[in-house]
């Protein structure tokens, strides 16, 4: 009997977004010749778990609850030695870790434990938008530092590439495979007649009425008072009725919620804040456009499911976006703090209900393939195999 090559998958925590579904597929669906364990940590204040999505492709991670997303000396140290001491118990070949606590406490221990191969997947980054000039600066020389202890990089854009290897010189390209994310896209074809139905039932959406959402972690980064900008200019350009879901929570909820109670009491406006949505494949279905208003992505999901359900989206200029919406043809891509561009933009697909429906039409056959876990799962596979020969 052959031996099977040993995975463990270490990742921030069990949130809902990109992270949370690229480990799941890739601990689900690896082929036969893999084994592995899948361990991460706990949800911040705000966020839902997303265990329910594991749970659902048969995946039961090991939960280490001082693995947090804040830097705090004693959980940080608790949570390095619960990694190393699974380390040393399930002796893995390889060590992959996905974004950025995961990836510092993880690539440590496994480099202390003399492991094999270190893999570390960036997810997103913090190298602009998050932090001022000093603390930057830090969190660089601590990603080049572990950069030099992982035997490979993956960024899953070409941008995102370029980010880390010629303009942040986090890592060298020759270390560096781009490897993008990948979905269970099928789901968000099913039932697309019915489920719109109900949905605009539920959120009493009329015919007439064109259904806008954003969906994401209410955090500053996630820049909610820009989109809520564009609302606010919206009714007092247009003619055509609109409602609008902020879908998410975070840290954001009272100043964002505060915001929204203003714009519904002085302009009339329906703002709905629905907290997480749990089946969000099902509720897409009653949109008819999805938004993004980022300081700063990786890949975002949100645009990925939104063209999946045949939707168009409209987005900031951030991060991996360029790889997955065609501008013109999916969406529309605006300058980062174009407020006038993003507010004609949102104009235009809502009051032309033709061009609304072809640029929909036009997501699904562009991310299918392109998103899949199975192409996740064949080019991980595929890079694990090459490393391990090396």
Not at 107 to 115: D, E, G, P
Not at 146 to 175: F, G, M, N, R
Not at 347 to 365: C, V
Not at 373 to 383: G, H, Q
Request: proline share 3%; with cysteine.
């Amino acid at each position: 009997m052959t031996k099977k090559i040993k995975i463990l998958r270490i990742i921030n925590r069990f949130n809902i977004g990109g992270p949370t579904f690229n480990a799941t597929f890739l601990t689900a669906f690896l082929s036969d010749e893999f084994e592995t364990k899948l361990i991460g940590g706990v949800p911040d204040e705000g966020e839902k778990d997303s265990l329910h999505i594991l749970e659902q492709y048969g995946v039961q991670p090991q939960v280490i609850s001082s693995l947090q997303r804040n830097p705090n000396y004693k959980t940080d140290r608790a949570a390095y030695q619960e990694i190393k001491k699974i380390i040393e118990d399930f002796k893995p070949d390889i060590v992959h870790t996905h974004a950025s606590k995961a990836g510092a406490l993880g690539r440590k221990a496994a480099h202390a434990c003399k492991v094999p191969v270190i893999v570390h997947t960036f997810h997103g980054h913090v190298f602009h938008s998050y932090f001022g000039r000093l603390k930057t600066l830090l969190f660089k020389n601590i990603e080049r530092n572990l950069a030099k202890k992982s035997t490979q990089i993956i960024a899953i854009s070409p941008l995102q590439k370029q980010e880390l290897t010629q303009v942040h010189k986090i890592c060298k390209a020759s270390k560096t495979s781009v490897i993008p994310l990948g979905f269970d896209l099928g789901k968000f074809q099913e039932n697309l007649t019915s489920n719109r139905e109900r949905i605009r039932k539920q959120y009493r959406v009329s015919n007439d009425e064109v259904a806008i959402a954003i969906v994401g972690r209410l955090a500053p980064i996630k820049d909610h008072d820009f989109f809520l900008d564009a609302i606010e200019k919206l009714t007092q350009s247009t003619a055509k009725k609109f409602k609008v879901f902020i879908v998410g929570d975070g840290s954001e909820f009272h100043n964002i919620d505060a915001r929204v109670q203003y714009l519904n009491s002085k302009y009339g406006t329906e703002i709905i804040m629905t907290s997480w949505v749990k089946n969000i494949a099902e509720f897409n279905a009653g949109m008819d456009l999805i938004c993004l208003s980022s300081k700063n992505e990786g890949t975002p999901v949100s645009l990925i499911e939104a063209q999946a359900t045949n939707l168009p989206v409209i987005s900031t200029d951030v991060g991996g976006v360029r790889d997955i919406v065609i501008d013109g043809e999916t969406g529309f891509i605006v300058e980062k703090g174009n407020l006038e561009t993003y507010t004609e933009k949102l104009r235009l697909l809502i009051e032309d209900d033709e061009l609304r429906i072809k640029m929909g039409t036009n997501g699904y056959p562009h991310v299918c393939e392109k998103f899949h876990y199975k192409r996740l799962v064949a080019d991980m596979e595929k890079l694990y195999k090459q490393l391990l020969e090396k």
